[in-house]
């Protein structure tokens, strides 16, 4: 009894270690994940300065293109 035992672990052993290389094969890509996360919430927190920065600079600008209109079209009345 003893021998099929041992045969048994032995073959359980190995089905474990199979089972944990599939893991290891399935968690290495994973270790990058935390760096490429930061990395896109900066370009996110970069693209909303922008965005703010854009809207900023499109409402002081329709005042001056509004001024531009109005003396346009006293021009033309001219």
Same mark, same amino acid.
């Given at each position: *009894?003893?021998?099929? &035992? ?5 073959a359980l052993l190995?089905? *474990? $270690?199979? #089972?944990?290389?599939?893991? *290891? ?5 994973? #270790? ?5 996360? +930061?990395?896109?919430? &900066? ?11 854009? +809207?900023?600079y499109m409402k ?6 509004? $001024?531009?209109? *109005? ?6 009345a001219a």
């Amino acid at each position: *009894m003893k021998r099929s &035992e041992d045969h048994y672990q032995g073959a359980l052993l190995e089905e *474990m $270690n199979e #089972r944990f290389k599939l893991i *290891m094969e399935i968690l290495v890509p994973l #270790r990058d994940v935390p760096a490429d996360i +930061k990395e896109i919430k &900066e370009v996110i927190a970069e693209m909303q300065a922008d965005n703010r920065m854009f +809207k900023y600079y499109m409402k002081e600008s329709g005042g001056i293109l509004s $001024n531009h209109e *109005m003396r346009l079209t006293d021009l033309e009345a001219a």
